[in-house]
């Protein structure tokens, strides 16, 4: 079990940052026949998407949020002591995005930079990163970036992920404050299941190839390449039902804690057919548990910070206690829970 | 076994009484990975279980399903 908590540290503003190009999930995928995406539509509860176009990447997305989190939070940029980006579409193969963004956003030389790897759980995973950077005595700041252009990573002829995904990115900004009280942060892994959710080729174990590219169609009716992403649906949904609410019944423990006592439980925005069933499973009132798959879809690790910003905003302005849990590619499982104090919410970029 | 049969045919959205016992599930035409999903979802809120995979896979009928969910329950 890797358990870790931390004190007087804390989050002091967060924003997000989304394509300004909507995709009407409903009326814009001409592969489906209208019954069908009538049918998986309803069921995830997915019926706008945001998608990035031609061009614009996760570290665009990233870089729009950063600069509106820099404008509200009058962030002095040499400040900045870490910089971490967490993303699975990063810019190039060589180098990591993170370090562009150190030169994108003006930050110091002395700023270190990097790339992790993550999916679903990876703004806790960032978190635990970047709270535990905070709590250096020579690390002043720390930015988290959490940036996806997942609607690029899957066909849109695919039954099983064509409506899910979307693309965003966020930016939170991490430090040091008396104000802070205690965080704690569980963060397990089940490697064995790694091929639930996969991108097969384009990697060193299978490169690129004519075949890698090459369309298929497979017994269900959806048409993919080995280049984009596939899911095992109810793979990932029995491991989530199971490994979720037994983690969070686990933090509750941990932190002796109530349901009842916590003001919002984020989860992460995988569909509303999971996260319906996982609400009521943990026993948190619908109207503590914001969603914003509606309108945004599946961000993968964006879609914590970005259910915060654009459902939550003013509300996380004052003290409240939160629970937060993300779950998926890995498959990786974390949830953390603290109390803030108060964070600065930027108002929803879009680019 | 009757009320599990009620909940099978919401899951699956077929005519009341159209489904049986001995039926094999996956001939249903109404059987695809949607309603493999809300079986999973019902049997979990109804029985608090996840049947593992594996074992799912091997089930033919209806009322395995239903054997293995009264031989594992902690009801």
């Known amino acids: 079990m890797s358990y870790l908590n931390y004190e007087q540290v804390g989050i002091l503003g967060l924003a997000a940052a989304v394509p300004r190009n909507v995709y009407h999930n409903l009326t814009d995928n001409d592969y489906f026949s209208l019954e069908d995406t009538k049918a998986i539509v309803e069921k995830i509860g997915i019926y706008e998407r945001r998608i990035a176009p031609e061009g614009m990447c996760a570290s665009d997305l990233c870089r729009a949020a950063a600069e509106k989190l820099f404008a509200d939070l009058a962030v002095d940029r040499n400040e900045i002591d870490v910089l971490i980006f967490i993303s699975q579409t990063p810019d190039y193969r060589t180098p990591g995005s993170g370090i562009i963004l150190q030169d994108w956003l003006g930050l110091p030389k002395t700023c270190a930079a990097y790339d992790v790897n993550l999916g679903c759980s990876g703004f806790i995973y960032g978190l635990s990163l970047a709270f535990g950077f905070a709590k250096q005595d020579g690390v002043r700041k720390v930015l988290l970036l959490n940036g996806e252009t997942r609607s690029k990573a899957y066909s849109f002829k695919d039954r099983k992920t064509g409506f899910l995904f979307a693309d965003a990115g966020s930016a939170c900004l991490v430090s040091k404050g008396t104000a802070f009280g205690e965080s704690h942060f569980l963060l397990e892994s089940f490697g064995s299941m790694h091929d639930y959710i996969m991108i097969k080729a384009g990697g060193s174990r299978c490169p690129s190839s004519l075949k890698t590219i090459k369309e298929r169609a497979f017994p269900d009716g959806s048409i993919r390449s080995d280049e984009q992403g596939v899911m095992d649906g109810s793979g990932v949904f029995e491991f989530s039902i199971t490994e979720v609410p037994r983690q969070v019944r686990q933090m509750l423990k941990i932190t002796n804690r109530e349901m009842d006592s916590i003001d919002f439980v984020v989860l992460h925005q995988a569909n509303a057919f999971m996260n319906d069933h996982l609400i009521r499973k943990l026993k948190a009132p619908v109207s503590k548990a914001p969603t914003s798959l509606e309108k945004f879809g599946n961000t993968s690790s964006v879609s914590i910070p970005l259910t915060m910003v654009t459902q939550l905003g003013e509300e996380l302005g004052v003290s409240k206690s939160l629970l937060l849990s993300g779950f998926g590619v890995g498959l990786s499982v974390a949830t953390a829970q603290f109390d803030t104090p108060g964070m600065k919410i930027s108002d929803l970029e879009e680019i | ?75």
């Open chain 2, 1 to 75: 076994m009757e009320k599990f049969l009620e909940l099978m045919t919401e899951a699956l959205e077929r005519d009341t009484g159209t489904v049986q016992a001995d039926d094999v599930f996956r001939e249903y035409p109404e059987w695809d990975s949607l309603a493999h999903l809300t079986v999973i979802s019902l049997i979990d809120e109804e029985y608090g279980m996840v049947i593992p995979r594996d074992e799912f896979g091997k089930m033919q009928t209806l009322a395995e399903v239903y054997q293995y969910i009264s031989s594992n329950s902690q009801q």
